[in-house]
């Protein structure tokens, strides 16, 4: 459904020079500087798949979904959505798409969700039957059907994010494009959001591209992830793998008897792997994978333990060290 080769991003920036007198030399001459913001990507997203798309600020998240949803041209490289080229902007595939961006409203905020969803139902051409069919399921499963009538500047930012959520779907979507969806929402709002998307993609099994700062949007929503540095694709594959493929250590933690009235010299443990903690009760140590049963070994023969787990690295921190440090796939 979704087909991306190469794609590449480059953005043409004035360059303002300081002082009055580089103000005033720019507007005779402006120097401009060169931004790659997405460097020959390539991938593939089929029927009824979830894609993360992850990467730090400024790694061309929101330019890869801008240029899949139409609204801004490549610079190179060749894109498919449903078979159309989407900056070409064919309303046959503007019918079938739909983008939700956390950070703005495609809503009017002095009429009701009601009005603004009737308003909709005009431009997508959505017949009547359907129309009220998708809103009241929409509106229900929700939790939202007794606000439709109420002014969207007096909703809540999560209960607004649902409504957007309605608008984007009533014409029910091939593709949907979700750009941070659960920015500055609370705890519950957010768990909200993922249940509904899941329902949703379950259901209806549309093309997901699901772009968060928010680990658990990640791993609540996706099996696969595109993760992005400085524009270009340096992984590809299921967020399981992750683990495997880039966490260097394990942690190895000890629970140690009660009584002990100093800690365990850390002099010694430094020669394990990396101390995250010690105290009277417990130890916890960063150790290379390769080495785990040994350091477990001689934790056990020299200190008072009493219980001991190996657990892997939090996912989010490995992924998070692949968006900002050199190193892994490119």
């Known amino acids: ?12 920036l004035h360059r303002k020079e300081p002082g009055l007198w580089g103000s005033m030399k720019s507007l005779v001459a ?13 991938f593939s997203v089929g029927e009824g798949e979830i894609v993360g798309l992850l990467g730090a600020n400024g790694a061309g998240k929101t ?22 080229k989407p900056w070409e902007r064919d309303n ?17 905020w002095d009429l009701p969700a009601a009005d603004c969803f ?23 499963v929700l939790g939202v059907r007794d606000l439709l009538t109420t002014q969207v500047r007096r909703l809540s930012l999560g209960e607004r994010m649902k409504m957007e959520l309605i608008a984007a779907l009533l014409h ?63 992984f590809d594959g299921q967020l399981k793998d992750v683990v495997d493929r880039f966490a260097s250590t394990k942690i190895v933690a000890v629970r140690l ?10 002099g010694g443990l430094d020669k394990l792997g990396e101390v995250i903690a010690c105290s009277r009760e417990e130890v916890r140590l960063h150790v290379p994978r390769a080495e ?17 787990s190996i657990e892997e690295e939090d996912v989010g921190t490995i992924i998070e060290n692949i968006m900002t440090k050199p190193g892994g796939e490119s």
């Open 292 to 308: 785990v049963a040994a350091a477990s070994a001689h934790l056990m023969s020299t200190l008072p333990v009493i219980d001991l």
């Open 118 to 140: 009737l308003l909709l139902r005009e431009i997508y051409r959505i017949d009547r039957k359907r129309y009220e069919e998708n809103l009241e399921r929409l509106s229900a």
């Open 257 to 266: 008897q009660e009584g002990a009235t100093t800690a365990p010299d850390t």
């Open 1 to 12: 459904m979704i087909t991306v080769s190469r794609l590449s991003k480059t953005f043409h």
């Open 92 to 108: 046959r595939l503007r019918r079938q798409i739909a983008l939700i961006m956390g950070q703005k409203a495609q809503l009017w």
């Open 172 to 234: 029910d979507p091939r593709v949907v494009y979700l750009d941070e969806p659960t920015i500055g929402l609370d705890i519950s709002a957010q768990r909200s959001i993922r249940e509904f998307v899941q329902s949703y993609q379950r259901e209806h099994r549309p093309a997901v591209i699901l772009t968060s700062h928010y680990m658990a949007d990640i791993e609540h929503l996706c099996r696969r992830i595109i993760i992005l540095r400085e524009g270009g694709i340096v």
């Open 63 to 84: 330019t890869v979904v801008k240029m899949l949803a139409g609204i801004i041209h490549p610079s190179s490289g060749e894109a498919s959505v449903l078979g159309y």
């Open 30 to 42: 402006r120097r401009t500087i060169e931004k790659r913001a997405v460097n020959e990507v390539s």
